[in-house]
T-cell receptor
Framework: GEDVEQSLFLSVREGDSSVINCTYTDSSSTYLYWYKQEPGAGLQLLTY?????DMKQDQRLTVLLNKKDKHLSLRIADTQTGDSAIYFC???????????FGKGTRLSVIA | DGGITQSPKYLFRKEGQNVTLSCEQNLNHDAMYWYRQDPGQGLRLIYYSQIVNDFQKGDIAEGYSVSREKKESFPLTVTSAQKNPTAFYLC???????????FGPGTRLLVL
């Protein structure tokens, strides 16, 4: 099937690193995405990685891609209370179809 | 400012009533999408359009209708046939299909 799987909840202490994990299904995915959704708002594109890359870093965000295991992760360094949100993983699959989204991981940051 | 706008922010529907949610983009994107999000749930695709005057059903199209008469606009009508319409509705657009999607701020629909 075309499922993108994520754990539903993650809780971390302020200042620690957060790691949000995602597994996807299509080995021919070209791009994989991370979106952030704050309460009552739309989704905000955080970062994306092309499938021929293993890692991408953007300030406090690090994306790791393991194509063999179809595993994607998002690491947030020095997590702040403002990082509390739902994080969605998404993949682009073959054919003329839209992105496939995971159900989202709710990150709670404890001060 | 370029972006995607959705209106209204909150919408109330009475029993048996059709309501229309607006989505407009000035990003010159070809593709547009409608998603439904229920509390604690992920996104479910209702309809999408890859080009003007054409659209396809998503996973939960029953009880909804759309039109795409202009590139900038993709309104969603929630019909009386949708028996459980209370949800958060998100519109998105992308330069082309399978490409990065950009989201509007959402419309929350409530049933009176």
């Amino acid at each position: 099937g075309e499922d993108v799987e994520q754990s539903l909840f993650l809780s971390v202490r302020e200042g620690d690193s957060s790691v949000i994990n995602c597994t996807y299904t299509d080995s021919s995915s070209t791009y994989l995405y991370w979106y952030k959704q704050e309460p009552g708002a739309g989704l905000q594109l955080l970062t994306y990685i092309f499938s021929n890359m293993d890692m991408k870093q953007d300030q406090r965000l690090t994306v790791l891609l393991n194509k063999k295991d179809k595993h994607l992760s998002l690491r947030i360094a020095d997590t702040q209370t403002g990082d509390s949100a739902i994080y969605f993983c998404a993949e682009s699959i073959r054919g003329n179809t839209p992105l496939v989204f995971g159900k989202g991981t709710r990150l709670s940051v404890i001060a | 400012d370029g972006g995607i706008t959705q209106s209204p922010k909150y919408l109330f529907r009475k029993e048996g009533q059709n309501v229309t949610l607006s989505c407009e983009q000035n990003l010159n994107h070809d593709a547009m999408y409608w998603y439904r999000q229920d509390p604690g749930q992920g996104l479910r695709l209702i309809y999408y359009s890859q080009i003007v005057n054409d659209f396809q059903k998503g996973d939960i199209a029953e009880g909804y209708s759309v039109s795409r008469e202009k590139k900038e606009s993709f309104p969603l009508t929630v019909t009386s046939a949708q028996k459980n319409p209370t949800a958060f509705y998100l519109c998105a657009s992308s330069p082309g299909d399978r490409e990065t999607q950009y989201f509007g701020p959402g419309t929350r629909l409530l049933v009176l």
